[in-house]
């Protein structure tokens, strides 16, 4: 059997690597048809494997001597730090011996990285970062979302086609509708670029191109694919997640100030738990960086064993539909 | 006694004319130093004022026959309404007649019709909106919330230094901490613009800036003056909005969704109205649009009489501290 081969950066992320460790052993049994390669710390990845059992013809190790921090310079560091994880798996990305590649590491390591040893698809210029956002209808794509800054109308219009792909052929929503972020919907509205590329857009054959999308109406979730540039999209994700720590903060003072609203919250606690998930972007998954000629996917810094997972699991889909044949189609058949 | 005379357009917002008269009773006894001259409408002016009892020497109202509406543009509204609430509201600061503007209507007619009726300070290269968000530890000013799109970092560095002044004779927090909104804390982040202005700040010596603060850490309010250019000072107060609107609905939902969480809901509703409130963007009254001649005041399209009322007051110590001639001897010490 030909498994999808997913190079996970062991030493990457707040929990590295044992929940890394743990993420990858549970990836092997919700998907038969994955394997991973644990690039990092042998002797700790070994230390790591033991406590688990599993098929080990499906895990494999590779060592790397280095860690990539958050704090340095992404571009020196993956100059320089040649035998880090990050490095050594999107070697092995580069030399075919993987397919995809997993990592909660440096989001500007992976880009820089992905960049320099994946490389991008023919006729892609820039290679955003699309996450899923919850909203009141599900979650809407999220792209750019801080890969790149100063983009062009170009390149937010390759997003919306590379977007809307994501979301038809890996996230199965037919006919995706697409917004551009705007500080007002009429069509005169905007900056500079946004008023470039809204005509754009607008003439798009190959996207359901539905307008301007006003950050107050972004949750609500009537758009499918939400396009903007990198520096927007970074405030929108990170306002995302820390506004809903603070109103649960918040929430739970208000709750326990008086005695009879701590009954009251110890009655619907569970309800809240369950709604707060819904709304936690760290529950939907890793962020792949589109546009590259392997699929790199960046996981949230904090990741559990379970984002881990599912961030495998998701490699094994978006190769099997092909998505980047279908982003390499749409983008090169103008040109 | 002189009193400070506000012009307050009786035809802006959702709520118009009956919270904004309303509003503007109560602000007379709310405040012994404020008069209001309500503009619009004469007839609907004088039956809502019909319902209430108020000293007349304090209000006196001048018929305007036009309004100007939240989906015109502004430009072409201003030019051609010349009979419209805000522009003889406008006329009457411009003549002196009025010390202060309140609104409630088009954040762009304001805008136009600030610069063109009551023109900028010597100096003051563009006019941001400046809005206090709520945030863990009360509230931060946003600057520029999205009066100015496609800014300079000249223009960002008179917005740090107009949210300083503001934030320290206005809303009395002394040596306000001031920082860049950025997609990283590190100095070398960022996009063009935030790159080629972070040094700028850094070199003020009239301004206490602190750095770049990320968008997850705007609700923590940990900066007193939080400076971005206007599209994503928008997105960030707009996304404030929505996000809590939609998190609101959600956990209602949740809280309703089983018989305990039910009652539970019920027990700490009160609590948690309490909390909510404290998060609603439209609870911290006005947005003033800094650096004009006289001050104007944008208050939220659903303002009632609460909120108009505040607005109004807000006028009085605004021009009781001098903050226009503070800002202009900052901004032209340098020229």
Redesign the interface.
Same mark, same amino acid.
């Given at each position: 059997m030909d498994y999808i081969k997913v190079a996970v950066d062991a030493m990457g992320g707040d929990n590295a690597p044992y929940e890394v460790i743990k993420g990858s052993v549970m990836a092997l049994s919700k998907n038969e048809k994955v394997s991973v390669v644990l690039v990092g710390k042998e002797e700790e990845i070994y230390a790591g494997l033991k406590q688990y059992q599993y098929d080990e013809s499906r895990i494999s190790v590779v060592n790397a001597t280095q860690v990539i921090g958050f *704090?340095e310079?992404p571009a020196v560091a993956v100059r320089k730090k040649r035998d880090s994880s990050i490095v050594v798996a999107m070697k092995l990305v580069k030399q075919g011996e993987a397919d995809a590649f997993v990592s909660a590491g440096s989001t500007g390591a992976i880009l820089v990285g992905g960049l320099g040893y994946i490389g991008r698809i023919k006729g892609v210029e820039r290679t955003p970062l699309a996450t899923v956002i919850p &909203?009141?209808k599900g979650g809407s794509l999220l792209i750019d979302c801080?890969a790149n800054?100063?983009a062009r109308s170009s390149h937010l219009v390759q997003f919306a086609k590379m977007g809307s792909l994501y979301m038809q052929y890996f996230c199965g929503v037919s006919n995706p509708k697409v917004g551009i972020?705007n500080?007002g919907t009429?069509e005169?509205k #905007? *900056? $500079?670029l946004?008023k470039e590329t809204f005509p754009l857009l607008k003439e798009c054959r190959d996207i359901n191109f539905c307008g301007s999308i006003? $950050?107050?109406?972004?949750? !609500?979730g009537n758009f499918d694919v939400i396009v903007c540039e #990198? +520096?927007?999209g970074?405030?929108? =994700?990170? =306002?995302?997640? #820390? %506004?809903? =720590? &603070? %109103?649960l !903060? @918040?929430?739970k003072? #208000?709750?326990l /100030? &008086?005695k009879? /609203?701590? %009954?009251? $919250? %110890? =009655?619907? !606690?569970?309800?809240?738990k @369950?709604?707060m998930k &819904? +709304?936690d972007v760290s529950e939907y998954g890793g962020a792949p960086l589109l546009g590259l000629k392997n699929l790199a996917v960046k996981t949230h810094g904090s990741s559990e064993a379970i984002e881990i997972c599912n961030s495998i699991i998701q490699c094994v889909s978006f190769v099997n539909n092909n998505i980047n044949d279908k982003i390499s189609e749409c983008l090169t058949k103008e040109i």
């Amino acid at each position: 059997m030909d498994y999808i081969k997913v190079a996970v950066d062991a030493m990457g992320g707040d929990n590295a690597p044992y929940e890394v460790i743990k993420g990858s052993v549970m990836a092997l049994s919700k998907n038969e048809k994955v394997s991973v390669v644990l690039v990092g710390k042998e002797e700790e990845i070994y230390a790591g494997l033991k406590q688990y059992q599993y098929d080990e013809s499906r895990i494999s190790v590779v060592n790397a001597t280095q860690v990539i921090g958050f *704090n340095e310079s992404p571009a020196v560091a993956v100059r320089k730090k040649r035998d880090s994880s990050i490095v050594v798996a999107m070697k092995l990305v580069k030399q075919g011996e993987a397919d995809a590649f997993v990592s909660a590491g440096s989001t500007g390591a992976i880009l820089v990285g992905g960049l320099g040893y994946i490389g991008r698809i023919k006729g892609v210029e820039r290679t955003p970062l699309a996450t899923v956002i919850p &909203t009141e209808k599900g979650g809407s794509l999220l792209i750019d979302c801080g890969a790149n800054v100063d983009a062009r109308s170009s390149h937010l219009v390759q997003f919306a086609k590379m977007g809307s792909l994501y979301m038809q052929y890996f996230c199965g929503v037919s006919n995706p509708k697409v917004g551009i972020v705007n500080i007002g919907t009429e069509e005169e509205k #905007g *900056n $500079a670029l946004v008023k470039e590329t809204f005509p754009l857009l607008k003439e798009c054959r190959d996207i359901n191109f539905c307008g301007s999308i006003e $950050a107050r109406d972004i949750p !609500k979730g009537n758009f499918d694919v939400i396009v903007c540039e #990198g +520096f927007v999209g970074n405030v929108i =994700l990170k =306002l995302y997640e #820390g %506004l809903a =720590l &603070t %109103l649960l !903060k @918040k929430m739970k003072e #208000g709750m326990l /100030s &008086t005695k009879i /609203s701590m %009954l009251g $919250a %110890l =009655l619907s !606690k569970r309800s809240l738990k @369950k709604v707060m998930k &819904t +709304f936690d972007v760290s529950e939907y998954g890793g962020a792949p960086l589109l546009g590259l000629k392997n699929l790199a996917v960046k996981t949230h810094g904090s990741s559990e064993a379970i984002e881990i997972c599912n961030s495998i699991i998701q490699c094994v889909s978006f190769v099997n539909n092909n998505i980047n044949d279908k982003i390499s189609e749409c983008l090169t058949k103008e040109i």
